[in-house]
């Protein structure tokens, strides 16, 4: 079974020169934008330290930050990228919130000038740790020490690689055979969005310590969050 090579990542931020100022603006922004920047704007936030996730894409942030539109900020906020198949069908789920909203009230808000939303994408940029782990309970010993950057690459941005929604974890835990089938459940159930990078480590490091220790089903936790229509 070849060696789980630990990787570490930052994202570099691109500007696409696209910016708005309302919320139909925003709609007509995101309908054509390129991919990468609705990936930035949900999944980057996880990179970036912030004082508390109750809004958790950077969509939802700016209506309520900037726009003062509660209504708004709080439908985008539970949109739960997970449970999409790709960056198209959650751009086509984002119009539709913001489409509801907007058809719902005739007021038009706007910011002020140095408020408007400034779209962006992003890059990942792959760093070789140059540590590598041959077994399960290797990885358990690595897992704590592990860098946000590499959670972010093996648990959060694997799962846009072949087969898509798989995070490294479970693919190579896989390659041992039924064994470690459990585990890999058990790994399946951790919110890859609704946690930060920290709690995410830490519930590796749970799930991967209880299996070791004792050869059982790890501790599940909640399903992903799906957002109500």
Not at 81 to 91: G, I, Q
Not at 183 to 197: G, R
Request: with cysteine; proline share 6%.
């Amino acid at each position: 079974m070849p060696e789980f090579a630990i990787k570490d990542c930052a994202l570099s931020m691109i500007a696409t020169g696209r910016r708005a100022q309302t919320l139909r603006e925003l709609r007509n922004v995101i309908r054509d934008v390129h991919p990468g920047s609705i990936y930035h704007r949900f999944w980057g936030t996880l990179l970036r330290t912030q004082p508390d996730r109750e809004y958790n894409n950077d969509f939802a942030a700016w209506c309520y930050r900037s726009l003062h539109d509660g209504p708004a900020a709080e439908r985008l906020a539970v949109i739960d990228p997970a449970m999409y198949s790709d960056l198209e069908e959650l751009r086509q789920e984002i119009i539709e919130v913001i489409d509801e909203r907007l058809d719902e009230t005739e007021l038009m808000l706007f910011t002020q000038g140095d408020q408007q939303f400034y779209f962006a994408r992003s890059i990942i940029v792959v760093f070789d740790t140059h540590r590598v782990a041959a077994d399960p309970r290797e990885l358990l010993a690595a897992l704590p020490q592990m860098s946000v950057g590499s959670i972010f690459y093996h648990f959060i941005d694997a799962r846009r690689q072949e087969p898509i929604g798989k995070d490294d974890f479970q693919m190579w835990l896989t390659g041992f055979g039924d064994k470690f089938a459990p585990l890999v459940d058990a790994i399946a159930t951790i919110d890859p969005y609704f946690e930060s990078l920290f709690v995410i480590r830490d519930r590796l490091t749970q799930v991967f310590k209880e299996f070791v220790e004792t050869g059982q089903a790890p501790t599940r936790f909640p399903a992903p969050r799906r957002r109500k229509r």
